[in-house]
């Protein structure tokens, strides 16, 4: 398997723009989450999907991000509009549920976002 | 989500030496897990514990899930440079499925 796929790998964009992020979970998991790390917060969970369905988006920060899971293989995280402070590395992670196998979440390799 | 307290912040130590962070939190978590993070790259898996008490090891790393359920530890023996990087904790709470990380013990070392 090829792990969690993350694109893109990096992302400038000037503030105000829309950025979307996508994802693309391991096969057969059941659970999807995004995060997002700074040095400040360190690892902080935005949303999170179980057989596409959201389940607790309390994390969030604002009406400015929006995160959709249309199907099984993925996923998408939109920031419109973009501002400075949305600048982190975002992460998406999937985890198959407990009882099901190993439980732990597989992170992909992040998209760095920088908005000037 | 519960913040966990995860020290030290950072160890600077030389190849060879025994290290050994801490996770705490001050709530019960069911799950425990050990997560490494490279430069560039997302965190991986290194260890997940179960049940109170349980006392895991992957080669040279050890973790144990305390009996209170409110901390975590982890060995790493016999260090060598490849084991640079940021090293996190993160639990699972009684109610939800999502995690909570700590905010991580960045571990450098000398050859």
């Known amino acids: 398997d090829a792990g969690v796929i993350q694109s893109p790998r990096h992302e400038v964009t000037e503030m105000g723009q829309e950025v979307t992020l996508r994802c693309k979970p391991i096969s057969g998991h059941d659970y999807l989450f995004w995060y997002r790390q700074t040095m400040m917060r360190g690892l902080e969970l935005l949303i999170y999907?179980?057989?596409?369905?959201?389940?607790?988006d309390s994390g969030m920060p604002e009406d400015r991000f929006s995160a959709k899971m249309p199907n099984a293989s993925f996923s998408t995280l939109k920031i419109q509009p973009s501002e400075p402070r949305d600048s982190a590395v975002y992460f998406c992670?999937?985890?198959?549920?407990?009882?099901?196998?190993?439980?732990?979440?597989?992170f992909g390799s992040g998209t760095r976002l920088t908005v000037v | 989500g519960q913040q966990l307290n995860q020290s030290p912040q950072s160890m600077f130590i030389q190849e060879g030496e025994d290290v050994s962070m801490n996770c705490t939190s001050s709530s019960i978590f069911n799950t425990w897990l050990w997560y490494k993070q490279e430069p560039g790259e997302g965190p991986v898996l290194l260890i997940a514990?179960?049940?109170?008490?349980e006392l895991t090891s992957n080669g040279r790393l050890t973790a144990q899930f305390g009996i209170t359920r409110k901390d975590s530890f982890l060995n790493i023996s016999a260090s060598i440079p490849s084991d640079v990087g940021i090293y996190f904790c993160?639990?699972?709470?009684?109610?939800?499925?999502?995690?909570?990380f700590g905010k991580g013990t960045s571990l450098l070392v000398t050859p």
């Open positions: 993160a639990g699972q709470p009684n109610s939800g499925y999502a995690l909570n």
């Open positions: 514990l179960y049940k109170a008490g």
């Open positions: 992670a999937s985890s198959l549920a407990r009882g099901k196998g190993d439980y732990g979440y597989t």
């Open positions: 999907f179980n057989n596409n369905v959201p389940i607790d």
